[in-house]
DNA sequence: TGTTGCTATGTTAACGAGAACAACCCCTGG
DNA sequence: CCAGGGGTTGTTCTCGTTAACATAGCAACA
């Protein structure tokens, strides 16, 4: 070989271990060689083509087996500008409903052949979420869902035009696709249902004041108390947990005058059934509690109870459906914005007051 | 222009609207072009290397924020044969356990720059973990993190050689890195506990019989009550839920002799707690129970459940640890295993039992 | 003044896959 | 016997990025 040239066979140069005892798999020029044909028709046996002979088809699909060979998806990514995949951007994934609605979107998303990436942000206060969304444009996905549940409501949410996106945020309305339950009426419905039980008012434990769904379930609360002419007793602001439900239900068991506590989720409810136990003061015979979710364990609280039901399930099912529509067809200028209703699920933690004899005859 | 050639300013189409909507981002050479630079320089910048010069640097610097640039991550994938990203594979992602360990190993992932891909199997038992497992060798993700829960023994689970890998199921001890909690040691340690209150033997409320980390708990009880000398009594096998504990707990509660009741999680616990409460059986003065896992609720419920704790957030956080160091260095011939300390959370769930005249002074 | 040595920048090639096109086979029909 | 055509297979090129190498500019120094 003459000097200063390459030779042609020593020319590609074994860098497999390069990083870290982390080999390369195979790739299609490996099956290629294998099965003695050339890359394309790899390609074309991998991508389903039909212009492919059976004798040959059979040879490259045996060789991808030996070796076993497996597309690279960067490559593909690459090549058509998509990534088979969705991000999906919450604070946190190890409450209930973000995790409901993780596991629904992984398994809509699969049935579709769509992977997951999960992102979350540290603090949603400081560094909001634009920047996160922004480093996935290019990043990994094709679409994006956002469940929003804590974050200052100032901050608008900002993302790169064009980007596929389904929010789970009622502040987005009309702006991005969106889904969420109805947070407002289902909230006034409980506080409905405690009223017609004839309950003279409903006390109040809220969620967070920088959620959004917190505070719609606080206005539900207050506009059945002010629709039905009842008082609305001041609210105690918790953070969604068992352990604020607990404090504000201590503070509540004290009071002689509370008949009727509503809770922004179940969480907190337990707390308040907890303290009331605690304060010997009975469920639903003293007090009535009513919680919000309908977690899989309300239906085994100390009595049993009583809720609303949010549809998790359907809600991330519903979420990566409208982002499948944006990634399918041209963006439509209808933004769509879908309900995911709720339902009243009756236990026994809820029940007349003991001096149910005002009968409240408003049925309206 | 001479026939035949092609002009190289149209040479290349506009082809951003081709895939439904979802349009390319500027790359690297619309940078270079706007910044009057080679696309190399702009990949200086980006990648932080030194040898730019200040005011050039600055010039890529506002192109790239002029026209939101951000590095496409799938053909730094294919370049460098890293996704910068892991995948976590479990059965599902909406209990406590899975949840909780996703939040971390994400957490941490962040923490370095990862990305976490998740994947589920439709169904275990027939399709098996190793296709998915496989499908993800070139898919997107440089490593793997196996939740394992259920999921028949049998089947060996094969990765594809070179893969780095941590798995959360002892099946694989010596095979793959693993972490896990000493689920045996500690369902003894909660055996062990009602017995030294006096009780005479500990009923058992198991997990389903394809899930290891049900095994070994049942496993646990069983060598505690053995090894005490005790009876052991048939258990009554569930399958993690509360429905389940309910089940096994209105047939528990139908006995007299049952003291002592010990469950394969807390929310089996929930149930029967919750019928033991339905049958007239006070708990703990006639009936002890306890649970495993230490969810967050089980503090919250009536009386306040005695557990097992499991510390899902640093076996989380370990699994992306073993992970990363098979990325970061050559295989090691040494296999890591990790196990996690658990604790036992005494609360008022258990008691010694009313006839707690028989004394037993055996002491381990 | 020409060589050396450095810094800043540009050029080339390759990562793996697949669309577009070219080329080849073999068979049929004029 | 050769043109035409369908069925298979191979070649070339590109996606966006960056390592490796090449080159240009300039300062220091003998």
């Known amino acids: ?137 290019h990043q990994t996905v094709d679409g994006l869902i956002i469940i929003r549940s804590e974050g200052h409501s100032t901050e608008q949410l900002a993302l790169p035009t064009g980007m596929p996106v389904a929010v789970s945020d009622s502040r987005v309305h009309g702006v991005y696709p969106c889904v969420v339950s109805d947070e407002l009426n289902s909230s006034r419905m409980a506080v409905d249902h405690l009223l017609s039980l004839g309950h003279r008012t409903v006390h109040y434990v809220a969620g967070p004041e920088d959620s959004e769904p917190a505070r719609l379930r606080r206005a539900g609360w207050r506009t059945g108390l002010v629709q039905a002419g009842a008082e609305v007793p001041e609210p105690h602001v918790g953070d969604w947990t068992a352990d604020s439900g607990y404090t504000a239900g201590t503070a509540l068991a004290a009071d002689p005058e509370v008949t009727a506590i509503a809770c922004a989720n179940d969480e907190t409810a337990f707390g308040v059934l907890a303290a009331l136990h605690e304060a010997g003061r009975r469920v639903p015979e003293d007090v009535s509690v009513i919680g919000f979710d309908d977690v899989s364990l309300s239906r085994f609280t100390q009595p049993p109870l009583t809720t609303v039901k949010q549809h998790f399930t359907t809600i991330g099912t519903q979420l990566f459906r409208l982002v499948m529509d944006q990634i399918g067809t041209p963006r439509t200028a209808e933004i769509p914005d879908v309900t995911v209703p709720t339902e009243l699920v009756l236990r026994a933690s809820t029940a007349p007051p003991r001096s149910a004899s005002v009968s409240r005859a408003q049925t309206g």
């Open 1 to 137: 070989m003459a000097p200063g040239q390459t030779c042609p066979y020593t020319h590609r140069m074994p860098r497999n271990d390069a990083r870290g005892g982390h080999t390369r798999g195979p790739s299609i020029r490996d099956v290629a060689r294998l099965a003695e044909v050339s890359a394309q028709t790899v390609s074309r046996v991998s991508t389903g083509s039909d212009a492919v002979r059976q004798e040959t088809r059979d040879r490259v699909l045996r060789a991808m087996e030996q070796l076993g060979y497996s597309p690279n998806h960067a490559a593909r990514a690459l090549r058509d500008g998509r990534f088979g995949s969705i991000g999906l951007l919450a604070h946190r994934f190890d409450r209930t409903g973000e995790s409901m609605i993780t596991d629904a979107v992984l398994r809509a998303a699969q049935a579709e052949g769509y992977g997951v990436t999960l992102v979350t942000v540290q603090d949603a206060a400081h560094d909001g979420w634009t920047p996160a969304a922004n480093r996935l444009r």
